[in-house]
């Protein structure tokens, strides 16, 4: 008898599951799950609630960061976020296939 097995990449999880799961695991002050695609709010919460201008400017700036060329980068090299400063808090944006991810921190 053969045996295949097959890779498993985790339940899917909805944007107020990762919500949920961003809240419990960071010390943000917002967050918001962005549509990679249309950029339409997912889910947020916190500063960024419903913050639909902070929304588009995060899409912008980690969609145009993207395009950096990234050929001859190391995978531990490849841009997997991108962190601003402002002062008082910071922004973190990251993306993946399906969503862009807004987590705001205040600075200690």
Same mark, same amino acid.
């Given at each position: ?6 890779? /498993? ?10 919500? %949920? ?7 943000a002050?917002? =967050? /918001?799950? =962005? ?10 919460? %916190? !500063? &960024?609630?419903?913050?639909t ?9 980690? &969609? ?22 402002? /002062? ?7 993306? !993946?296939?399906?969503? =862009? ?8």
């Open positions: 008898m053969s045996h295949t097995s097959s890779k /498993s990449i985790g339940p899917v999880r909805t944007p107020a599951e990762l919500l %949920g799961s961003i809240s419990n695991s960071l010390p002050i917002g =967050i /918001s799950i =962005i549509d990679a695609k249309n950029g339409t709010i997912l889910a947020s919460s %916190g !500063d &960024l609630e419903n913050d201008q902070t929304a588009q400017e995060a899409r912008a700036m980690i &969609l145009e960061t993207k395009k950096l060329p990234q050929e001859d980068a190391a995978d531990s090299e490849k841009l997997t976020s991108i962190s601003i400063a402002f /002062s008082g808090c910071s922004l973190r944006i990251a993306m !993946d296939e399906r969503y =862009i991810y807004a987590v705001k921190t205040r600075d200690t």
